[in-house]
T-cell receptor, first 114, second 109 residues
Framework: DAGVIQSPRHEVTEMGQEVTLRCKPI?????LFWYRQTMMRGLELLIY????????DSGMPEDRFSAKMPNASFSTLKIQPSEPRDSAVYFC????????????FGPGTRLTVT | RKEVEQDPGPFNVPEGATVAFNCTYS??????FFWYRQDCRKEPKLLMS???SGNEDGRFTAQLNRASQYISLLIRDSKLSDSATYLC??????????FGTGTQLKVEL
């Protein structure tokens, strides 16, 4: 299996621009998670989906952030407009719903907003 | 107070040493616990689950103390390749995992 795939791996953008991060979970996994990691705050859960349905988005910082999962093999996290404080590494992870402790992370997208 | 607290370290130990990390959690309703490992500029990976009775996987031993709400990880005969950040993880509500900020381990020759 290819594992969780994320794109792009690196993104540098200017403040105010729209950023879209993409994720392809492991085939057969029915839970998908978006995290953000910074030095100051560590790894924070932004949102998670079960069977393509958003279950908990309480970690989404504000309305500038949105996430979708149109089918079992694809999810996006969008930031519009982006701000310098959004600079972080964004990870997508997937798991089988019955074993959510065993999450498989993608390589992450390193976002820099200037 | 953070839900999961860890000493950030770094713990600098010589190769072959035994090292232990502790982690405390505040949510008494947490049911499941894990240790993840994260190498520099890489993604986190599951190291091991933590069971109430304690569990061992080779050189790694994990313990859970529900009464005191802490979790420990013991690494025996440490290797250079053990150098990484170790993340303590608890389940929150639903399918959510709450990660600690990690303890950095550096194993030196």
């Amino acid at each position: 299996d290819a594992g969780v795939i994320q794109s792009p791996r690196h993104e540098v953008t200017e403040m105010g621009q729209e950023v879209t991060l993409r994720c392809k979970p492991i085939s057969g996994h029915n839970s998908l998670f978006w995290y953000r990691q910074t030095m100051m705050r560590g790894l924070e859960l932004l949102i998670y989906f079960n069977n393509n349905v958003p279950i908990d988005d309480s970690g989404m910082p504000e309305d500038r952030f949105s996430a979708k999962m149109p089918n079992a093999s694809f999810s996006t996290l969008k930031i519009q407009p982006s701000e310098p404080r959004d600079s972080a590494v964004y990870f997508c992870a997937s798991a089988h719903r019955d074993w959510v402790g065993e999450q498989y992370f993608g390589p992450g997208t390193r976002l820099t907003v200037t | 107070r953070k839900e999961v607290e860890q000493d950030p370290g770094p713990f600098n130990v010589p190769e072959g040493a035994t090292v232990a990390f502790n982690c405390t959690y505040s949510n008494s309703a947490s049911q499941s616990f894990f240790w993840y490992r994260q190498d520099c500029r890489k993604e986190p990976k599951l190291l091991m689950s933590v069971y109430s009775s304690g569990n061992e996987d080779g050189r790694f031993t994990a313990q859970l103390n529900r009464a005191s709400q802490y979790i420990s990880l013991l690494i025996r005969d440490s290797k250079l390749s053990d150098s990484a950040t170790y993340l303590c993880v608890c389940t929150g509500g639903g399918n959510k995992l709450t990660f600690g900020t990690g303890t950095q381990l550096k194993v030196e020759l």
